[in-house]
């Protein structure tokens, strides 16, 4: 029996996710920054950053490293099943969401930081309003409505899967918030209705896809190597730059 209850104990033991956050806190935007670690230990293989950073607010009783007690940390979230892109966010280097980022997958520690290119409001907590003001200068809507085509369906949806959680900015290297070029989070939402659209809507999405996306674009597609989705960055460029530019459909 003895050696039954030990080696269940081991079992249990090496089941055991022990691991180091790194999170990098900041008061409010006009506060400096600092790095905030945490011990976190957990049996739940399935555990993410997400569930980790929700399990350390609702509990309210962890301390870091130094014996401080950890204060809620600020970061967004909705569904938590992959759909939504609120959780995105700097994980060891890579913009990722926190709810698709396993702590299985990493050794010691994490480091996570919140997106670089937009104002940070609080800890992880950032301020994507650009993202949603680009695509009103883009006009990115229908007035109308848009028939969608057998053959353009795979493309459509192909665009209409963007989560507008802002990671293929983060590692673009011609994006910046203050600039005119927005992105694949403004071409790959455009480059659906650049299909579907036709007359005058289509003649002022493709003038707006010119100014906005063909002139700034370097064509690094790094934003594809991130995209939660994943999305075929590249496929949808190539077709929207030769709807813009011959009209070919």
């Not at 230990?41 to 950890?70: C, F, H, K, W």
């Not at 070029?181 to 289509?202: D, H």
Request: aromatic share 8%; hydrophobic share 35%.
């Amino acid at each position: 029996m003895m050696k039954r209850m030990k080696k269940k104990r081991r079992k249990t033991e090496s089941a055991e996710i022990k691991i180091r956050l790194k999170i990098k806190r900041q008061d409010q935007a006009d506060t400096d920054s600092y790095m905030q670690e945490i011990d976190f230990v957990t049996i739940e293989q399935n555990m993410t950053v997400a569930t980790a950073l929700e399990t350390i607010n609702r509990e309210g009783s962890y301390r870091d490293v130094s014996g401080n007690p950890v204060a809620p940390i600020a970061w967004e979230c909705s569904c938590m099943q992959k759909k939504c892109g609120a959780c995105a966010m700097v994980i060891d280097g890579v913009p990722r969401l926190a709810c698709d980022s396993f702590l299985r997958d990493y050794k010691k520690e994490i480091t996570i930081e919140p997106l670089r290119k937009f104002p940070v409001i609080k800890d992880l907590m950032v301020d994507r309003a650009v993202l949603f003001s680009n695509l009103e200068k883009m006009k990115v809507w229908a007035v109308e409505d848009a028939a969608a085509k057998e053959q353009t369906l795979p493309d459509a949806y192909n665009s209409s899967r963007c989560l507008q959680c802002g990671c293929c900015l983060e590692v673009c290297p011609n994006f910046d918030p203050k600039g005119e070029f927005q992105g694949a989070a403004g071409f790959v939402p455009a480059a659906r209705l650049l299909v579907e659209l036709s007359g005058e809507e289509q003649r002022e999405l493709r003038e707006n896809y010119k100014k906005y996306i063909y002139g700034g674009c370097g064509k690094s597609l790094a934003c594809g190597t991130v995209c939660p989705a994943g999305i075929d960055v590249e496929h949808l460029l190539l077709r929207s730059n030769a709807v813009a530019f011959w009209g070919c459909r």
